[in-house]
């Protein structure tokens, strides 16, 4: 495989499941980022890991947790979530060294909170 | 801080036409620009980037965006749209001195009418 993958590539859940998503990137960058994705509001920034340490949590609720294991592999999990944490989370990676090298991003997972 | 704008939220344009997505930025640095595709159901896909020197960007399929300082912006174009361009695209902005993280604007969706 190339690239961003991320898994599931839906996932429907209850208010009271625990799930999680998961990302790989074989590109061997160093960071790693989830972002959500809802409908008519910009991209926000969730998670950023570097050299697999958490530089950044954008003032997300718990219910989110990430995990960064390696440098290629990083999960979101999620518990108790809310209807309107419907969204499409996007996982990305970046090799850091450079500030104007691009993000890759996955192809998302469809996240739907019943 | 950084903040990118696209001032129009959809672009109507006919096959054959030329297209112009527009883009504006603010940083406290020097911008490092970004511009991204996204199909449905897709991740963000990357398109071309402005690091430094000449003006005019070229990118993928085609596309091409044009570095203005002055006017702190940068425009997506293309010389001749094809119905299979319309997708949703996104403007990003990264401070290249205070490297900070990427910022992305709300997306303007563009439709090309056969």
């Known amino acids: 495989e190339t690239g961003v993958t991320q898994t599931p590539r839906h996932l429907v859940m209850g208010m009271t499941n625990k799930k999680s998503l998961k990302c790989e990137q074989h590109l061997g960058h160093n960071a790693m980022y989830w972002y959500k994705q809802s409908a008519k509001k910009p991209l926000e920034l969730m998670f950023v890991y570097s050299l697999e340490e958490r530089v950044e949590n954008n003032s997300v609720p718990s219910r989110f947790s990430p995990e960064c294991p390696n440098s290629s592999h990083l999960f979101l999990h999620l518990h108790t979530l809310q209807p309107e944490d419907s969204a499409l989370y996007l996982c990305a990676s970046s090799q850091l060294e450079e500030a104007y090298n691009e993000q890759f991003f996955g192809p998302g997972t469809r996240l739907t909170v019943l | 801080a950084q903040s990118v704008a696209q001032p129009e939220d959809q672009v109507n344009v006919a096959e054959g036409n030329p297209l112009t997505v527009k883009c504006t930025y603010s940083v406290s640095g020097n911008p490092y620009l970004f511009w991204y595709v996204q199909y449905p159901n897709r991740g963000l896909q990357f398109l071309l980037k402005?690091?430094?020197?000449?003006?005019l960007v070229k990118g993928s399929y085609g596309f091409e965006a044009e570095f203005n300082k002055s006017q702190t912006s940068f425009h997506l174009k293309k010389p001749s749209a094809l119905v299979s361009d319309s997708a949703l695209y996104f403007c990003a902005v990264r401070d290249g001195d205070y490297g900070q993280n990427f910022v992305f604007g709300p997306g303007t969706r563009l439709s090309v009418l056969p």
């Open positions: 402005y690091i430094t020197g000449d003006n």
